[in-house]
């Protein structure tokens, strides 16, 4: 099996910034993309970013030139870095791994941080 860690969430004023970790830890396996998602009450989960194995990112709009996706050589260890947010990032953020584990693809997900953005 495959555990994810996330941390990094916290109180923050609009303008301001947080750099989101997520740790994947397990014996043998590989990651084929590594997400972040976004859920708030009310609202659905969304996908926020996305890097893969060969390092291809993807950020959904809402986040484009103020959130960046980085991660190590195999992908392990993803950070999102958060500028300039808005009330409206408020949610918990979750990483998935899409992996192939023990020879079997597999969506693992982390418990979430929780992102408060308030004056």
């Known amino acids: 099996q495959v555990q994810l860690v996330e941390s990094g969430g916290g109180l923050v004023r609009p303008g301001g910034s947080l750099s989101l970790r997520c740790e994947a830890s397990?014996?043998?396996?590989?990651?084929?993309?590594m997400r972040w998602y976004r859920q708030s009450p009310g609202q659905r989960r969304e996908m926020v970013a996305s890097?893969?194995?060969?390092?291809?990112?993807w950020y959904a709009d809402s986040v484009k030139n103020r959130f960046t996706i980085s991660g190590d050589n195999p992908k392990k260890l993803v950070h999102l870095q958060m500028n300039n947010l808005k009330p409206e990032d408020t949610a918990v953020y979750y990483c998935?791994?899409?992996?192939?584990?023990?020879?079997?693809?597999?969506?693992?997900w982390g418990q979430g941080t929780q992102v408060t953005v308030s004056p």
């Open positions: 998935a791994a899409d992996t192939q584990d023990m020879g079997e693809g597999r969506e693992y």
């Open positions: 397990g014996r043998t396996f590989s990651i084929y993309t």
């Open positions: 890097i893969t194995s060969g390092s291809t990112k």
